[in-house]
């Protein structure tokens, strides 16, 4: 396995290679631009790979009342995607990056660290004021032709909101088959598949605690994320069969693969159901995954 990260654009992993493919995504309609702290991410900066998402994904101004006596403004997909990452050390197969939070006093690490066909992702949070906070993963893959997407049949989960002739589908609790036959017709072809028929596109997360694994199965290959579900409860699944695109250019089809820690894209919509994290300054907080090919 062979990765490549640009701590400069946000510490993002601009490429994973492994078994003769690469894994990630990468937005052929969007340049490089200069990196601008508050600005729309998505118009701008989306140009794959992974991302780290922290505290909100979706921009927020959250209240004094339920951010610790000051607001919260979170720029959109967070305080990290934008700022440059100091590098901490790197050697042994293992890189360490963190980066100073902007709309709250917080510190943020990441650890990846390789160990043969596994790619371990280790994170820190510590911080000196209290506020609430969410966190994911942000891996966007392609939807190269004879890829499949495997979760248990039986997993439940909520369709947070759907586009395309998948619209009617928002605000759904499903099992992940049901959606699976939704989505191909009722046929058996992958849920990934463009001849899926008209495009579209949905945001759905598993249940708490549902899922461990979702796999990403190609001819040749597979890629499997792993969680522990006490600490990261939640996948989020982004699923773009080229019924959106966020920079004005043509609709384009990826799948983004979210290990995260709420249900939720908005931080004021966690907040309010309860399942918002909230940082202790006197605590270190720390989870992790691994992604294995």
């Known amino acids: 396995m062979r990765i490549a990260v640009d701590p400069k654009r946000g510490g993002k992993m601009h490429s994973l290679q492994a078994r003769g493919r690469e894994w990630l995504w990468n937005n052929p309609h ?26 909100s994904v979706s921009p927020v101004d959250i209240s004094p009342s339920n951010a610790g006596g000051t607001t919260l403004k979170v720029p959109d997909h967070g305080d990290l995607v934008t700022q440059p990452w100091s590098v901490d050390s790197v050697a042994d197969e293992r890189v360490v990056l963190s980066v100073n939070g902007r709309c709250a006093p917080f510190r943020f690490q990441r650890t990846w660290r390789l160990d043969g066909p596994m790619l371990h992702s280790y994170y820190e949070l510590t911080g000196t004021r209290s506020f609430p906070w969410i966190w994911a993963a942000h891996p966007q893959f392609s939807l ?37 036959a939704f989505c191909t017709d009722g046929t058996r072809r992958s849920i990934l598949d463009g001849q899926n028929g008209e495009p579209w596109a949905l945001k759905l997360f598993t249940e708490a605690s549902s899922c461990q694994t979702v796999k990403l199965r190609a001819p040749e290959a597979e890629l499997a994320i792993n969680l522990d579900t006490k600490t990261i409860p939640h996948f989020g699944l982004w699923i773009n069969s080229g019924g959106w695109s966020g920079s004005e250019s043509a609709p ?37 995954f691994t992604v294995k090919v």
């Open 30 to 55: 969007l340049p490089f631009h200069p990196m601008r702290y508050g600005v729309n991410w998505v118009k701008w900066f989306d140009t794959g790979g992974w991302d780290e998402v922290f505290p």
């Open 144 to 180: 190269a032709n004879g890829l499949q997407l495997d979760l248990p049949a039986q997993t439940p989960v909520l369709i947070r909101f759907a586009l395309g002739k998948m619209r009617f589908l928002t605000g759904r609790h499903l099992k992940w088959e049901e959606l699976h």
């Open 252 to 288: 384009y089809r990826n799948i983004v693969i979210e290990p995260t820690t709420a249900a939720h894209d908005s931080l004021a919509e966690a907040i309010l159901d309860g399942s918002a994290r909230v940082l202790n300054p006197d605590k270190t907080y720390s989870w992790s």
